[in-house]
């Protein structure tokens, strides 16, 4: 078992005083918390762990590190009971996070995690959440003391006051369960302080309609003349539509070598699932364009990212994020009116207009399979935002019914008897 002591650290401060800490020792390596007090060496008592009654504090003191010491042997005995094997840094870290066990100096570390593992988009948009989060309070807080009335208190506050959607509301709540839960997995709380679930806090997301282009508007996307960027982001659109509406992303990652034997082989970006699919005669024909610009067969298909340290997550997302605004720039300001198109037209519009088109039409199975989905039950949650046939089926049903009933109908001519 490990073993925790009081000690004064021989590393005296300015003014020769000496750091009171626990120290930590497990197989013969010992670790170190500093408990934030300073004594003079003739005021403590090795022997008896305490300190003496000449200091004018002791008996505040004394109590103060009791609690510490207690707390330390009681994580020290929580580790060893769950674990087969506890290191003297793994006891520090339950007692003491490195970050702080506050919700704020948590929620820092979760996004520097974040910033380390390169995810961009989550780490932009999550931040500002942090500090809405932060100026509502005007405090840092314990976990224990955010409860689910301060979570309602703070949806509400950034629905009314800082006048942000019902959707932007619950993402806000989200990151604070996201803090949450990385702060138990760090072994900073006890799973009992989680405000969310069954009988706690409920996040529930408001239903949005999705909307894609209609196989009119897309013919007329095709057939528009462009030229320039208009062009390329036209060619980029298109290609994100014949392949499943492919990610962005996936898009300005491909790689000349993806394409063998007429199908393009990639890995999706956001869940790693692979597979391949066959190259449609209209994707060929954009493809062909950028042949001229081919430098080797790892060099990328379209130029965006051209350039670009791939092994550094992070600045990939972020240049990613810039080109794709930049895309979604040219094609909402210069293509869709040129295409006489009225819809907000973005490169993700490309991934709602195929699944508009295929509704009703392609096996839910099948559609799994195209948009790499993990779950079959997220693909049928996907494509409901798009299902409208049965339900346009009932409603002409009941309209069309109703209407049989309220014509009116031609009186019958009453028949003459002959004379």
Known sequence: MADVKLVLRKKPNREGKLPLTLRITKDRKASFIYLGYHLDEADWDEQKQRVKKSHPNAVRLNNFILKKLSEANDHTLELETNKTYVSSQSVKQKIKPSAGSTFFPQAELYLQRLKEAGKYNQYTADKPRVKHFKEFLKQDTAFSDISVAMLERFQAHVKNTLQLSQRTAVNHIVVIRSVFSFAIKEGVIDEKHYPFGRGKMKIKFPETSKIGLTPEEIDSLEKVGLEGNA????????????????????????????????????????????????????????????????????????????????????????????????????????????????????????????????????????????????????????????????TDDALDAVLNMNAEKTTPTKPKQPTRKPK
């Open 231 to 390: 062009h390329h982001a036209r060619n980029l659109w298109l290609f994100s539509y014949y392949f499943a509406g492919m990610r962005v992303s996936d898009v300005l990652r491909l790689r000349w070598s993806d394409f063998q034997n007429d199908r393009l082989h990639y890995a999706m970006g956001k869940n790693e699932k692979g597979g391949s699919l066959k190259i449609p005669d209209k994707a060929a024909s954009i493809i062909d364009q950028y042949k001229a610009f081919k430098e080797s067969k790892d060099d990328l298909v379209f130029p965006e990212l051209k350039g670009v340290d791939f092994t550094n997550k992070f600045v990939t997302q972020r240049t990613i994020a810039f080109k794709t605004s930049a895309i979604d720039k040219t094609l909402k300001t210069t293509v869709a009116t040129a295409a006489k198109i009225d819809k907000k037209l973005t490169m993700h519009l490309a991934r709602h207009s195929f699944a508009q088109v295929a509704s009703d039409k392609i096996p839910v199975q099948v559609l799994q399979k195209l948009y790499r989905h993990s779950s079959i039950i997220t693909t049928m949650g996907y494509q409901s935002n798009f299902t409208t046939q049965q």
